[in-house]
């Protein structure tokens, strides 16, 4: 197994987790923050738009069973890329869709996979390729959110079938629970 790792924002890092965690390929997912000035930031400094982080989850995948490339086009499928500063009802620069590259062939790729979703959609894409920054681990109670709390919370329940069914049916060669 060769395992790298990928970072991308794409709104509410829980409903992005989730996507992600039935994804064949991927081996973790983790919830955090990313692009921005203050050092260690909370999820309430984040939320309020003031630190200039994004929230973001950081995906190591088995590059042998799941392309960085294929991962964008997930990423790009399951939420609205045409979107400035926000994802649905969750606005600020803290929901961008952006992505982190980790090196120049993630950068190029990004790069290609942005060309790709733009040929999907009416609007501009509006994904950003942004430096690589400090990475920070949300608080512990964010990770794995969906599989927990997040059953129970109404904007999740609201938002996470919703990008489960688009990737079942886009991807359904790619997902865990389509293979069980």
């Given amino acids: 197994m060769t395992l790298e790792y990928a970072i991308v924002a794409g709104g509410c890092f829980w409903c992005t987790e989730a996507v992600f965690k039935d994804v064949?390929?991927?081996?973790?997912v983790e919830s955090g923050y990313i692009g921005g000035q203050t050092v260690n930031p909370t999820y309430e400094e984040v939320c309020n738009g003031d630190t200039g982080h994004a929230e973001a989850i950081r995906i190591g995948f088995d590059s042998e069973k799941l392309s960085y490339g294929d991962l964008l086009d997930i990423s790009f499928a399951t939420h609205d890329p045409t979107q400035?500063?926000?994802?649905?009802?969750?606005v600020g620069t803290q929901y961008r869709s952006a992505i982190f590259p980790m090196n120049e062939e993630q950068q190029a790729e990004a790069v290609a996979a942005i060309a790709r979703a733009q040929e999907d959609q009416r609007e501009p894409v509006v994904t950003t390729i942004e430096p690589l920054a400090t990475w920070y681990p949300a608080e512990n109670y964010h990770q794995d959110y969906w599989e927990g709390a997040g059953q129970r919370n109404g904007y999740c329940l609201a938002v996470i079938p919703p990008k489960l069914q688009k990737l079942r049916k886009s991807f359904a060669n790619r997902t865990k629970s389509l293979q069980d």
């Fill in 24 to 28: 064949i390929g991927v081996e973790t």
């Fill in 84 to 90: 400035l500063n926000r994802q649905g009802n969750d």
